[in-house]
């Protein structure tokens, strides 16, 4: 059984950071682009970053570009979102997903979800 299992989340104060993970079981992270979505209350999920599996290359919603940095471990089974000056826009429930694709547009698995809220 594929899981792939989102940590992290949590309460935090403006212009604070936060480091989100996303580890799967059953699932060999390092054959598939490792997405990050979010869906704030009434709004629609949006993509905000994504690493390929390929090439390791990335890429960033605008709203995110200088702020949040995704990465993986040098193993390749865990990715990282490494959230800095969160504005309490950020705040939503952060979704990880798998593309056995490169670019994160076709996903085949989604984690449950962590919620991040910025508010002091």
């Known amino acids: 059984q594929v899981q792939l299992v989102e940590s992290g989340g949590g309460l935090v104060k403006p212009g604070g950071s936060l480091r989100l993970s996303c580890a799967a079981s059953?699932?060999?992270?390092?054959?598939?682009?490792i997405g990050w979505f979010r869906q704030a209350p009434g709004k629609e999920r949006e993509g905000v970053s994504c690493?390929?599996?390929?090439?390791?290359?990335?890429k960033y919603a605008d709203s995110v570009k200088g702020r949040f940095t995704i990465s993986r471990d040098s193993n390749g089974d865990t990715v990282y979102l490494q959230m800095n000056s969160l504005t309490p826009e950020d705040t939503a429930v952060y979704y990880c997903?798998?593309?056995?694709?490169?670019?994160?547009?076709?996903?085949?698995?989604w984690g449950q979800g962590t919620q991040v809220t910025v508010s002091s």
């Open positions: 059953g699932l060999p992270l390092f054959y598939y682009a």
């Open positions: 997903a798998a593309d056995y694709g490169s670019n994160c547009l076709g996903i085949d698995y």
């Open positions: 690493i390929s599996n390929s090439d390791g290359s990335t």
